[in-house]
């Protein structure tokens, strides 16, 4: 619903919402650069965005310095929730609810081990241990977990 139809609707609202969108252009110097922009000198009440876990990790921190929310409709990491973040609001389920379904597909092949591949950093690993308890909850033995390390260009990961 565009703001022109809500407010059409709702004209007797008084309290209105302006937008002011910045791009991150998808990094995370970006992502803090533009947040740290729209608090000190827009003075927003709030930030939607931002678009990945690991923009949203320094964000958060900014968010919590300035009593700013932090909304994220695509943040997905289960370690970013926390009690020491209360300014940040996930509006998607984190990564941990995916386990269930890549539990089943591993138990619907027959698979009896699985090893878990993931990048060496806390978005990686965040995700490892909801993902391990899942696959043995269902009697999938999991031997080892095998990590990438965060600096791997795709040209040195090989089969």
């Known amino acids: 619903m565009a703001l022109s139809d809500f407010y059409a609707t709702h004209a007797s609202y008084r309290t209105r919402l302006v937008l002011n969108p910045r791009d991150s252009k998808s990094a995370v110097i970006g992502a803090a650069t533009a947040a740290l922009d729209l608090i000190k000198n827009v003075e927003v009440k709030a930030i939607i965005g931002p678009q990945t876990s690991m923009q949203a ?13 932090i909304i994220s409709f695509s943040a997905t990491s289960p370690s970013l929730t926390s009690l020491r973040s209360p300014y940040f609001l996930r509006a998607t389920q984190n990564d941990s609810f995916q386990v269930h379904a890549i539990s089943s597909i ?4 027959g698979w009896r081990e699985a090893v878990p591949i993931y990048i060496d950093n806390e978005f ?8 391990t308890n899942a696959l043995q909850s269902i009697n999938i033995r999991v ?4 990590v990438i390390p965060s600096s791997t260009t795709d040209d040195q990961i090989t089969l």
């Open 106 to 109: 591993v138990q619907a092949f």
């Open 143 to 146: 031997p080892y977990q095998s």
């Open 57 to 69: 990790n320094f964000v958060i921190n900014l968010g919590n310095e300035s009593h700013v929310p």
């Open 124 to 131: 990686g690993e965040g995700i490892i241990p909801y993902l």
